[in-house]
């Protein structure tokens, strides 16, 4: 074992899925090896020449434990300067890096290794073969060669393990420095896990592209990542709306300490136009919102000389060659401008399926097309905006209640820092609606219910219950875990 393919082969024959298209232009060590980047983690800091060293020092002794190209790779380490390294030699081998978030648990570990039969398990570069191994210099892999495995988060059920390849990862990489304008003098700040999407391709991959330093964080730590800011000048962080808002309330936080800070992109739940024009006025940078996930990575955002309010009002436009359209999710059928539908998305840096094939059937539609389960609105120019998750609908009495929706309205309200709207289960109607709010100040039902009147909102829509809680119950990559959630609301 120690082997995975690609478990589909999409449909449409565009020229971004053909071999030597436009977007397909070697391999990600080759590119990276010629952007060079350097990295940060605590007391450790390699350059580019220092990074370059050790990826050939690993790749050699990974092949000297026995990995070839096509071998699985994992392991599951903190953020920094090993898990960075990791990436890159199996890249160099044309292996296929398998990181573990590092909070799962023993059972949570068991179950994503299981799907993809690793060559290899590494606990540390320490632990690789012993004896002076030959550094491999050259790279052994191909474009179509898997790339990575990343392990979706989620609060039940058997996370699914996402293929993607080192063209389409590289295609993304490219894309991403174009549009955020990214180069050689910039920094970002990473907090999140290098086992995320978001982890690997902000920390890695488009640093590693554009020459750009990159500053690990091992845990998120506000008042230490103001420090860290100021110290490394950062200009660029990516990251949900949960990091940003407890940035600013350290009590070590000032504008003139984050004013290196140029860019902030952010996607989840909660990335509402108050805040970000909250995050904008405090951080006295761009803030813009994003839209992707792990099987396909930010597939819109705005881009540098976008007007500023799409940046705050919708989730962008789609990136590079990425294709988005919304559909009706029973039918397939493409809804109107403005309509909301289910998202379906293509394009290069598309992953090309699960190491379930039953999953992968389950989620691509002909054409090559991702069902995301998302519902978004695509406007007549091509703005998307998302407005909630198919199964986040809370179905009140036969009304569709859209979670987003209410919680976009409570987050205007001065007091409210971060809202969630769940369902909880009621014999009579099916679900009522519980708001879940972080607030500095007492925030309950009737003040909930008269800023909703007063905003408009349908009565329907309305919260039969409020919580009011000191912070948000998350998940790993950062995400709000709505199952806490609406246990809670249940109780």
Partial sequence: MGSLRPTIRHTRAA?????GGPWDAGTLDVAMSVGGGAVVDG??????AHLSDRVAAVAGALRASGVRRGDVVAWQLLNGWESHVLYRACWRLGAIAAPVHPAAGPEDRALALS?????????SLS???????????QSAARPSDLAAVLFTAGSTGQPKAVLHTQRGLLAKARTMVGVHALCPHDVVLMPAPSAHVSGLLNGVLVPGVAGMRTVWMSRWDPSAAVELIEAEQVSFMVGPPTFFITLMQAPTFSPARVRSLRLVSSGGA?????????AAGALSAVVKRTYGSTEAPTITTSAAGDPLVRARSTDGRPTG????????PVSGRRRPAGATGEVWVRGPELFVGYASTSATRDAFARGGWFRTGDLGQLDADGWLTIVGRIKDIIIRGGENISAAELEAHLEAHPAVQQAAAVGYPDDRLGER????????????????RAWLESRGVTRFKWPERVLQLPSMPLL??????????????AQ
Avoid: H, M, N
């Fill in 15 to 19: 020229w971004y899925r053909r071999p």
């Fill in 43 to 48: 007391q450790s800091r390699l350059t580019a």
């Fill in 115 to 123: 799907q993809v039969s690793p060559r290899l398990v590494v606990s």
């Fill in 127 to 137: 632990s690789l073969a012993s004896g002076p191994p030959v550094p491999l210099a």
């Fill in 270 to 278: 909660g990335v509402t136009p108050t805040f970000v024009d909250q």
């Fill in 321 to 328: 060659e990425a294709e988005v359209r919304v559909v009706d």
């Fill in 433 to 448: 609606v519980c708001a879940v709010v972080v607030a500095s100040e007492p925030f309950d039902l009737a003040a909930c």
């Fill in 476 to 489: 790993g990559a950062g995400k709000i875990d709505r199952t806490a959630l609406r246990a809670r609301a």
